[in-house]
T-cell receptor, first 111, second 113 residues
């Protein structure tokens, strides 16, 4: 079945640093989504990508749909303490179907 | 708007007990989902529903049952709780099943001992 590999699993950074995380899939995806989960809450959608090569920003966050359609990355610039949480990528294959989630990247930001 | 509401927030069960995790949404979404989240494993789909009266299995349905008698409610039932069902459970909904984003509840943390 389809699988997503998300890396890194965790990151410990200093406030103000930039962050990059990525997801790769074993097959082609038509949709890539990035979610953030704050402690004790459910995931919230950050960015949605629907086209290969698409680059989309949401404030300090930028995400790209890889040109091969098998990967996506998320960048966070100038991190702040409230960026702490778990970031999930999710994708949907070319035949539609349910969303597949990555394992998550746990981000810790030191003030 | 409350969005997606899950109850309870926490629960401890003994092995073999049963319980129902409640989920309700007030956004008139057609699709609803149940996921479980285990550390380092992401979110795994248990069951989903594309509308009232229709349910289908996801990746990890064993040990669970669901029903969808109304658009708003999608309860998840554990009949014989096992330690392997210790997890955080998330309910989600979306307007349609295509590219509609999922809206998640705040989760139910279940421990089976």
């Amino acid at each position: 079945g389809q699988q997503l590999n998300q890396s890194p699993q965790s990151m410990f950074i200093q406030e103000g640093e930039d962050v990059s995380m990525n997801c790769t899939s074993s097959s082609i995806f038509n949709t890539w989504l990035w979610y953030k989960q704050d402690p004790g809450e459910g995931p919230v959608l950050l960015i949605a990508l629907y086209k290969a090569g698409e680059l989309t920003s949401n404030g300090r966050l930028t995400a790209q749909f890889g040109i091969t359609r098998k990967d996506s990355f998320l960048n966070i610039s100038a991190s702040i303490p409230s960026d702490v949480g778990i970031y999930f990528c999710a994708g949907r294959g070319v035949r539609g179907g349910k969303l597949i989630f990555g394992q998550g990247t746990e981000l810790s930001v030191k003030p | 708007n409350a969005g997606v509401t899950q109850t309870p927030k926490f629960r401890i069960l003994k092995i073999g007990q049963s319980m129902t995790l409640q989920c309700t949404q007030d956004m008139n979404h057609n699709y609803m989902y149940w996921y479980r989240q285990d550390p380092g494993m992401g979110l795994k789909l248990i069951y989903y529903s594309v509308g009232a009266g229709i349910t289908d299995k996801g990746e990890v349905p064993n040990g669970y049952n669901v029903s969808r008698s109304t658009t708003e409610d999608f309860p998840l039932r554990l009949e014989l709780a096992a330690p392997s069902q210790t997890s955080v459970y998330f309910c989600a909904s979306s307007l349609t099943g295509g590219d509609s984003p999922l809206h998640f509840g705040n989760g139910t943390r279940l421990t089976v001992t």
